[in-house]
């Protein structure tokens, strides 16, 4: 069983639709969560991070976090098209860094 | 201020040569994460420093890898020798302490024909 477990997609959204991107994580001690975005051909780029259970609102992001269900999500509100790319969740323990295989999302315009 | 610091940008190299990548990290950040991202395994966390000091270097894969950080503006990842099987985008990121987002570079794309 993977550590850090994504649906890899692609997720197929709208545009103007939610895109809602799910994360589970094995590691109970987990301590911090994080959302990245990578483009094709590029390096991740940090949109969110999470260290308390509920909601965490940042512009047209929303990361939200339940340890008791070890689950984190990541919803994007009005997905335009340059929205298209690979969301990677990543959770910590101590000081490393384990991610996700990503989720492919797709915004048709 | 500049964000990490990856070089070369690309690298394409024949098998059994060595393979020096290099990375300047943020000014301040006292931690240095090297990774390995391919198709079939994704992101993978090879070694990281704290300090300019080895802490983890469990993800290595095996001893023909090596990574060095003489000091806190610069970190090296060898590979010697070098195998098809190593070609892979390698990043290197850094954060200001451990648990806090991390930062990338752009990577370094690697072919080893």
């Known amino acids: 069983q993977k550590e850090v477990e994504q649906n890899s997609g692609p997720l197929s959204v709208p545009e103007g639709a939610i895109a809602s991107l799910n994360c589970t994580y094995s590691d109970r001690g987990s301590q911090s969560f994080f959302w990245y975005r990578q483009y094709s051909g590029k390096s991740p780029e940090l949109i969110m991070f999470?260290?308390?259970?509920g909601d965490k609102e940042d512009g047209r992001f929303t990361a939200q976090l339940n340890k008791a269900s070890q689950y984190v999500s990541l919803l994007i509100r009005d997905s335009q098209p340059s929205d298209s790319a690979t969301y990677l969740c990543a959770v910590t323990a101590g000081n490393k860094l384990t991610f996700g295989g990503g989720t492919r999302v797709l915004v048709k315009p | 201020d500049a964000g990490v610091i990856q070089s070369p940008r690309h690298e394409v190299t024949e098998m059994g040569q060595e393979v020096t990548l290099r990375c300047k990290p943020i000014s301040g950040h006292d931690y240095l994460f090297w990774y390995r991202q391919t198709m079939m395994r994704g992101l993978e966390l090879l070694i990281y420093f704290n300090n300019n000091v080895p802490i983890d270097d469990s993800g290595m894969p095996e001893d023909r890898f090596s990574a060095k950080m003489p000091n806190a503006s610069f970190s090296t990842l060898k590979i010697q020798p070098s195998e098809p099987r190593d070609s892979a985008v390698y990043f290197c990121?850094?954060?200001?302490?451990?648990?806090?987002?991390?930062?990338f570079g752009d990577g370094t794309r690697l072919s080893i024909l």
């Open positions: 999470i260290y308390s259970n």
């Open positions: 990121a850094s954060s200001p302490s451990g648990g806090q987002p991390q930062h």
